[in-house]
């Protein structure tokens, strides 16, 4: 990336609540406040549109036409309101500056005050199908191999429990205006939460997972492919910290089931192995041992367990904080009860490992 002081920076913000008609003025003013080689343009040679918009934030292509017929696109990305209870926006944009620099997502162009503008990846992006389809599998293992290969300055230690527990103590002292919500929201025990939170803590602490600058949120919306090229990009990096590497695979492989948290399409032990050999040997997936293979594949389904935990209780500050039309109560619930119909399953997998390989 450029040096810091070639990013700009604009104090406006921008409603993210008004509809796109509304929404363009406001983003052609935001672009010729950051970029002085636009402010003498017509409205007119400016185009916005909406690439996508997930439960936290709102992606805008804008397309700008300067005097001489020649167009440049660029991306702008807005911040769901509230999202600072959940997001540490000081780690994203320094993690943004070295992982651009390291060839991954787009380019950091400019910040404002609720989101920033980015270089445009001339790609499209993942549905829910497409992330089981073998070649994109490999492509994405590949990838997140190389992802997890990025030195990040600062801290090294795993966020996961930390950030658990910053996100427990928030979503156990909530209270709601609305009494649906509020009795919906009381029967919730977080005695139970927090129990299912230690025990799990402390059986993946016997594990020698490695620690790598994680995604965190691999989910298809934060990945991009160019079908042309077969070229994948991994976006987005809100959620982006130091983080255990059987999270952020397990994390990836509980996104196949989407929103609606169809959990019947997580992916087979087949797809999985698929994935694990080419994320471990990228040129040469098929000369990767079983047995590491396999230790991959417990590590993932263990840690995936925590990847429910962690979005449960997310969704429990979201839907006090978030005002976007989601149910994020009713999510909590799926997540939760995911975790409960596969904690036995996998508990049971990663003690039987450890039984073999020895591990107290």
Known sequence: MAADEALRHSSLTVDTHLPLPELKPHIIRLCKDLFNKWSGLNESRFAVERISGGIT???LKVSIMDENGNVESFAVRLYGPNTEYVINRERELLAIKHLSAAGFGAKLLGVFGNGMVQSFINARTLNHPDMRV???AAAIAKELKQFHQVEIPGSKDPQLWNDMLKFFQKASALSFDENEKQKTYETISFKELQSEIKELQELTSRFDAPVVFAHND???GNIMVNDDEGKVYLIDFEYGSYNYRGFDIGNHFNEYAGYECDYSLY???EEQ?????HYLNPRKPD?????EVEALYVETNTYMLASHLYWALWSLIQA???PIDFDYLGYFFLRYN???VRKKECTDLAESYFTRSGTK
Do not use: I
Request: proline fraction near 11%; charge should be positive; include cysteine.
């Open 320 to 322: 006090k904080m978030s």
């Open 218 to 220: 691999l989910l298809c």
């Open 338 to 340: 995911e975790y409960k």
């Open 267 to 269: 992916p087979t032990k």
């Open 273 to 277: 192995y698929h994935f694990f050999k």
């Open 287 to 291: 000369e990767v041992p079983n047995k």
């Open 134 to 136: 073998p070649e994109l």
């Open 57 to 59: 934030n709102l992606l």
